[in-house]
């Protein structure tokens, strides 16, 4: 059974020789060929080269394309923020600057389209055989966000029409970019919408399930597979992401696999995950990995499981590390030399997250992320914050702090935060998982001053 068939079959939720393994390999394929992110990004030669090395290293059974969910807003005319070690963030909306009906649907030509369409069609010719290939798009509500901003979350409130507008443009956009895709030639269009994992189920359910619904038969209606890609703490929503006659769902490790399994069993929609990014894949040794493997493999065993990273795999993530894995979901021997390697990371510099003193009449707002510039869901959680900022001038202080770092893992679990990204106030969680709307974000910051 090829990797293209394992993949296929089990996105129909067939039985399969094996658990399928697909790694998120975006940038991090970057790092393979020692350039920037950046440089990566804006190269269908550099992508198509870094995806061929990722196959030869890592024997996956299926790759995605493109792993950046900001292509989509800037066609539309969104400024972007550029990584040298993450793919790039929005940086102003275009809704700030135009009204929807100014905007135009992308073709073909604009923005990065061409870069993107132009690795698909590469990647079909040299592995289309072997492996099933995946092309992302960003999800409705996600590019809602970057073309609107935080003040989507207010609309979605007290202007419903004005989010219906703006997502019902978006899923038109999503639909014309999978068409695309489709004639490339490439096997599955997966539907990346981490915004999703921000919101209350009546919330998805008004605004995202329709859409999303409507976006998964259009590209059945292409003879393509459809997935959905949400990374945080989506619980909540996982039932209602598989009522969106989706083929399969993706999750990172916020999500407990056995509920996943027992939710997506029951509607016969397959499910991957959720190999932890930073603890393990990033900080972890060969042996840690292989093992967390393993322990995934043995809870998702059955129909339907594919083994994967919560998300994207972040840059400077060890190649040991993903060797390692491939080589146990292969059935190929992992060396012992391999398995006790450790990873060159030296706490000394990384930056050490002190306590703060929280003084009367004075806010302090700490955002506890896994990284704001490549997560949408720490983007705009921290967007927030800094849009209300000027109105507690001497009065507010806030700051990042990243799990990418040792130092961020154990600030992470001494504040006894449990999922990303989550918003303290005083040294208190209080939004979990959650972005707040302008008004909600206030009212929280006012209580406390």
């Known amino acids: 059974m090829t990797g293209k068939e394992r993949v296929l079959k089990t996105l129909s939720f067939e039985e399969v020789d094996r658990t399928p393994w697909v790694p998120y390999a975006g940038v991090q394929t970057a790092k393979l060929l020692g350039i920037d992110a950046d440089v990566y990004l804006q190269s269908a030669d550099n992508i198509v080269a870094g995806l061929l090395k990722a196959k030869e290293l890592y024997q996956p059974d299926g790759l995605p394309i493109v792993f950046d969910v900001q292509m989509e807003a800037e066609a539309l005319g ?5 990584s040298k070690d993450n793919p790039p963030a929005v940086d102003k909306h275009v809704l700030d600057e135009k009204s929807l009906a100014d905007l135009v649907l992308p073709t073909k030509e604009d923005g990065r389209y061409p870069i993107a369409l132009e690795a698909a069609r590469r990647m079909v010719q040299e592995t289309g055989d072997e492996i099933a290939l995946y092309a992302l798009i960003c999800g409705p509500f996600t590019l809602a966000l970057h073309l609107k901003g935080t003040p989507l979350f207010s609309d ?16 038109k956009v999503c639909e014309d970019l999978a068409a695309m895709y489709a004639e490339t030639g490439v096997d599955i269009i997966a539907v990346v919408d981490p915004m999703t994992s921000q919101i209350a189920p009546k919330q998805f359910e008004r605004f995202v399930k329709e859409p999303t619904t409507r976006l998964n038969r259009y590209i059945h209606s292409l003879g393509l597979k459809a997935t959905s890609f949400c990374c945080g703490n989506a619980t909540k929503n996982i039932e209602l992401m598989c009522q969106t006659e989706t083929d ?19 509607y016969k929609v397959s499910f991957g995950g959720n190999l932890p990014l930073t603890t393990v894949m990033m900080f972890g040794s060969p042996l840690e990995n292989v093992e967390e493997a393993r322990k995934e493999v043995e809870l998702g065993q059955g129909v339907g499981f594919i083994l994967s990273p919560g998300c994207d795999i972040p840059f400077n993530t060890p190649v040991n590390n993903l060797v390692a894995i491939s080589n146990f979901i292969n059935g190929k021997p992992v060396s012992m030399d391999m398995l006790e390697s450790e990873q060159q990371f030296h706490e000394e510099e990384e ?14 707002i700490e955002i506890v992320t896994l990284d704001s510039e ?6 705009y959680m921290c967007e927030g914050v800094k849009k209300i900022l000027p109105q507690y001038e001497g009065r507010l202080t806030w700051r990042e702090s990243l799990v990418k770092t040792r130092a961020g893992i154990k600030r992470m679990a001494d504040l006894g935060v449990q999922n990303l990204p989550a918003m303290l ?3 208190e969680v209080v939004f979990d998982n959650i972005t707040p709307s302008d008004a909600e974000l206030i009212e929280a910051i006012e209580a406390r001053l």
Do not use: S
């Open 78 to 82: 969104c400024t972007l923020k550029w």
């Open 248 to 266: 399969g769902i993706a999750f990172d490790e916020q999500v407990a696999l056995p509920y996943a399994k027992e939710i997506a069993t029951r």
């Open 156 to 171: 979605m409130i007290k202007r419903k029409e004005a989010a219906d507008e703006v997502m019902e443009f978006c899923t």
């Open 374 to 379: 490549g997560c949408p869901p720490c983007q």
């Open 351 to 364: 930056a050490v997250f002190e306590d703060v003193e929280i003084r009367p009449g004075h806010v302090f």
């Open 425 to 427: 106030i005083n040294n």
